[in-house]
């Protein structure tokens, strides 16, 4: 148990009060840029750095010790706890989760007199309802990082960057990670600076932007477990916000989902991290789709094209692990006299693997990285308001909330039309039908928000999930069906492929009483852009 005791030399950087630490946090603005240890160097002789950095910058040795209780209270609730040598110097520093923004973090330092953390400094910036829990524990450390830093301060017409060259290794028990990346952390001026630095320095050579902090690399690291992927946070719209506002969130919130998919995705273990990175990019699509619908905005459509590549390279790995890890395991367990199950789960490991090579190509294309730094940039500079002519940028100060009622109210109705005659519709009548309640889905996660104080608008949002499901799985059955065409010639496998296939045909049977169960619920429920719901 490391020693809790405050001490007397310890003195706060900065220095907020306790009642008002946790509502206005201090922060820092950043991007991290992953390279290869190899070509560190010439990045560090980029003429974006070698041009404008004021001069060479300095050199240190930084040793951070990162600490949490046995049970990994602060983890869990978006919370790092570090103490950092340099030289003769100790800094303590707490730091919380990207909430909702891409780049920003509360960050929140102490200086202390050793590695030993100093619990009483961190309470003030730490959620009032955790410092008990924390109290009533020890501390204990969690894993080391032993960097190398080469820092220089690089001066644009739109802001100053500190860039960081970084390479070391995180160390916990006997497991070891090797760190080299570049840090950009805006000291001031625009944001945009930074992405603007990013994207002269991905032209130079092979980068990839993360958000992933050594905080997060190290106890996974700790854990021995694959990144995790999340699913997207819940939006929060003021009913009285601007369209503009309103789309600035959106498109901030789709690309911190994108990039927090990325790392699972990248490591591949986790199966999650392809599904998460390919809701994120059809939610991103989505998000450009609307604001395209107001007028025609600067290098969306680029974007969106972009983002098309990217998930059509993802698509595969996802259908094929839905199949080997989900489809195949339910079946096989139901159907043990069937030979062939092994034969068939080898086969489809094989296209599996090839479906993950080729997404791992995508991500590790320059063009990825390219994509996510302009999308960054485009998101925090409002890059959609060059070149738009002054009726589009008259629309953007209305507010949302009216755009909301007439965009919500078009593209249910296009629902209602695709459902017509529900328990006639064919199969691929329900897949155009899943194709618009899915856009409704999304549009309504974006919109709905802003009707939040609605009951309306949460049971609407649930029975638009349930009838989405519903057509979910039974596009699934179509896909396997499409994936079992390419394994039922392979040596072996031709018996239990036709099982899956039976099982499959009855299965899409079996779903239509469920899927017409969440039809009818949804068309009956109320609509909260409607007059009649204004006071539910």
């Known amino acids: ?49 070698a041009a404008n950095a004021r001069n060479k910058g300095t050199r ?25 040598q340099s030289g003769a110097c100790f800094v303590q520093t707490v730091k919380t989760d990207a909430a909702d923004d891409p780049l920003r973090r509360g960050e929140w330092e102490a200086r202390v007199p050793s590695l030993a953390p100093d619990l009483a400094l961190a309470l003030p910036f730490i959620p009032e309802q955790l410092r008990r829990e924390l109290e009533a524990q020890s501390l204990e450390a969690v894993f080391t990082a032993d960097v190398h830093r080469h820092a220089r301060m690089v001066d644009l017409p739109s802001g100053t960057v500190e860039i960081a060259f970084d390479q070391g290794i995180l160390t916990a028990g006997d497991r070891t990670l090797q760190v080299s990346e570049i840090e950009l952390e805006l000291k001031s001026g625009s944001a945009g600076t930074i992405y603007e630095i990013a994207l002269r320095l991905a032209e130079h050579g ?58 699972a995705a990248e490591d591949g273990r986790n199966p999650e991290g392809v599904h998460q990175l390919r809701v994120s990019l059809r939610r991103l699509r989505s998000a450009l789709d609307l604001m395209r ?92 308001r060059n070149d738009v002519a002054a009726e589009v940028l008259g629309r953007f100060a209305e507010p949302a909330v009216n755009f909301a009622q007439r965009i919500l109210s078009e593209q249910y109705a296009k629902v209602l039309k695709r459902g017509r005659r529900f328990k006639s519709l064919s199969a691929e009548d329900l897949h155009r039908l899943r194709l618009a309640t899915k856009r409704l889905r999304y549009l309504g996660e974006f919109l709905l928000p802003l009707y939040e104080n609605r009951k309306s608008a949460r049971k609407l949002s649930r029975r638009l999930a349930g009838l989405q499901e519903q057509l979910g799985a039974f596009n699934d059955i179509a896909v396997t069906a499409s994936l079992l065409e390419r394994l039922g010639a392979e040596p072996d496998c031709a018996i239990a492929a036709a099982a899956v296939a039976g099982w499959q045909a009855r299965a899409s049977v079996g779903v239509q009483p469920a899927l017409q169960s969440a039809w009818r619920d949804f068309t009956a429920a109320r609509v909260p852009w409607s007059r009649q719901t204004q006071q539910d």
């Open 293 to 384: 619908s107001v007028g025609a905005l600067s290098n969306l459509d680029a974007l969106r094209s972009e983002a098309r590549w990217l998930a059509q390279h993802l698509s595969a790995a996802r259908d094929w692990d839905v199949f080997r890890l989900e489809t195949l395991p339910t079946i096989a367990k139901a159907c043990p006299a069937v030979a062939g199950f092994d034969a068939l789960g080898r086969a489809a490991a094989v296209r599996q693997s090839d479906a993950y090579r080729k997404a791992h190509g995508a991500l590790d294309d320059r063009r990825c990285a390219a994509f996510l730094i302009d999308l960054g940039n485009w998101g925090e500079t409002r890059g959609w």
């Open 1 to 49: 148990m490391i020693d809790q005791t405050p001490s007397q030399k310890a003195t706060p950087v900065p220095a907020p009060t306790q009642s008002n630490a946790a509502a206005h946090p201090a922060g820092e603005i950043e991007l991290k840029l992953l390279v290869g240890p190899e070509r560190m160097p010439h990045f560090n002789a980029a003429p974006v750095v």
């Open 60 to 84: 240190k040795h930084l040793k951070s010790v990162y600490y949490d209780t046995p049970e990994r209270t602060l983890r869990r609730n978006g919370l790092s706890l570090r103490v950092r």
């Open 206 to 263: 092979a980068v990839k932007p993360s958000i992933r902090t050594k905080s997060a690399r190290g106890f996974d690291l700790a854990a021995d477990k694959p990144p995790s992927a999340r699913r997207p946070r819940k939006l929060r719209l003021d009913a009285s916000v601007t369209l503009e506002d309103a789309f600035a969130t959106i498109l901030r919130a789709c690309f911190l989902h994108l990039l927090q998919s990325l790392p």
